[in-house]
């Protein structure tokens, strides 16, 4: 079975039986380590995926618009994770609480880009293509091609639980008959009229097709740095079986799960650095 073909309103595995964590049986623990993971980590965000058995993350995100641009300038221009005179600069730019998001994000590409065990946890979407090649001219190229680096690394498991392309979102715009940039799209295969009505508080016709998207083609999450519509409005689209994870929540949650259970031990983040005591109290107030 191929990961990722989930029904439309998607729910996490198993979330009918309950383990022994202090999530699902916190009579069983001390009162200072309830609405823990079971590695000690604290809960991030209030994600249906934690919250129930088994408290993984989502193994499939699909990628908005800001993060693959936010990429591009991970894989070009980006402070080091230890370059805190660079990281000074982004925080002067854009905010402390953005500041994070893109170290995480840098954290992540690289264990990302080389998990070779498991599938491709990152796909893009037709949705970003389109607004990507929107993009102003100078920049549109460069967009484009951290698009199709993406879109090129897509995989899945076979009926046979080998990794190959993942037919759903690695085959190329040229292949699908979609518009470039400046192009009209070809006689039936123009993109599906969307009724923005439909999606609750989301207004913005990028937000819509994203959303579309995810839901059409069962992927369980969207991996964001929008925090003033995603973010804010998460629990709407959690209700339709869609998460919304930010790159620093997604870095916590990936470390609980290659502390605790060696899950996905080829992708652990280089985001945070964990102290090397297990005494995870400072790393607890630090998330």
């Given at each position: 079975m191929q990961q990722g073909?989930?029904?439309?309103?998607?729910?996490?595995?198993y979330n009918e039986f309950a383990c022994d964590c202090a999530i699902c049986q916190p009579e069983l623990w001390a009162p200072t380590a309830r609405g823990r993971l079971m590695s000690g980590l604290s809960v991030v965000g209030d994600y249906p995926s934690l919250l129930e058995p088994p408290h993984f993350a989502p193994d499939v995100l699909l990628l908005d618009t800001c993060v693959i641009q936010q990429l591009e300038w991970v894989r070009t221009r980006a402070p080091t994770?230890?370059?805190?005179?660079?990281?000074?600069?982004?925080?002067r730019l854009y905010g402390s609480v953005m500041a994070q998001e893109l170290k995480a994000l840098v954290g992540l590409r690289g264990p990302v880009e080389q998990v070779s065990e498991q599938p491709r946890a990152w796909v893009v979407g037709r949705s970003s293509w389109e607004e990507l090649s929107r993009a102003p001219s100078h920049r549109r190229t460069r967009l484009l091609e951290e698009w199709r680096f993406w879109r090129e690394r897509a995989t899945c498991f076979s009926d046979d639980l080998d990794i190959e392309p993942w037919p759903l979102f690695s085959s190329l715009p040229e292949e699908n008959g979609w518009p470039g940039p400046g192009q009209d799209p070809l006689p039936g295969l123009d993109s599906e009229v969307v009724d923005a009505r439909v999606f609750g508080p989301f207004r913005d016709g990028g937000d819509v097709q994203l959303i579309h998207e995810a839901l059409t083609l069962?992927?369980?999450?969207?991996l964001t740095t929008d925090l003033k519509s995603f973010w804010?409005?998460?629990?709407?689209?959690?209700?339709?079986?869609?998460?919304?994870?930010?790159?620093?929540?997604?870095?916590w949650a990936l470390l609980?799960?290659?502390?605790?259970?060696?899950r996905g031990a080829d992708l652990v983040p280089n985001w945070p650095e964990l102290p090397a005591s297990e005494d995870f109290t400072a790393v607890e107030a630090a998330a």
């Open positions: 073909h989930k029904p439309e309103r998607w729910q996490p595995a994770l230890n370059d805190d005179v660079g990281w000074g600069s982004v925080r069962g992927v369980p999450g969207i804010r409005h998460r629990r709407w689209l959690y209700e339709r079986g869609v998460e919304v994870w930010r790159p620093s929540h997604l870095s609980d799960q290659a502390l605790l259970f060696g």
